[in-house]
């Protein structure tokens, strides 16, 4: 079993930047795909980010391409989400979750593990 924690949101103004944390329990971090998803209220819950295991191959959605930025620390078991230029569209619950096989895709029924969220809200 594996746990997710996420850290770091709460209120931003819009244009401002916040950076949400993502710690994992176990040894086989590295080994995993790591994905940020999102759902705003009434929503449907929807990708962000992913990355790769070695951390070589990202991907994003279209809406925050150039704004956001997925890394990973496999040292520490860490995957964050640096967001910048932040707008109200932006905000949701986010959630990393981790996808045991390595294989990269955005579907979120596809990932074997998540978080509890961590809600993001950008006033206008």
């Known amino acids: 079993q594996v746990q997710l924690v996420e850290a770091g949101g709460g209120l931003v103004q819009a244009g401002g930047s916040l950076r949400l944390s993502c710690a994992a329990s176990?040894?086989?971090?590295?080994?995993?795909?790591m994905g940020w998803f999102r759902q705003a209220p009434r929503e449907e819950r929807e990708f962000v980010a992913i990355?790769?295991?070695?951390?070589?191959?990202?991907s994003y959605t279209d809406s925050v391409r150039g704004r956001f930025t997925i890394s990973r620390d496999n040292a520490k078991n860490v995957v964050y989400l640096q967001m910048n230029s932040l707008k109200p569209e932006d905000t949701a619950v986010y959630s990393c979750?981790?996808?045991?096989?390595?294989?990269?895709?955005?579907?979120?029924?596809?990932?074997?593990?998540w978080g509890q969220g961590t809600q993001v809200t950008v006033s206008s």
């Open positions: 979750a981790a996808k045991t096989d390595g294989i990269i895709v955005t579907t979120a029924f596809q990932y074997n593990y």
């Open positions: 176990g040894r086989a971090f590295s080994t995993y795909v």
């Open positions: 990355i790769s295991r070695s951390g070589g191959i990202t």
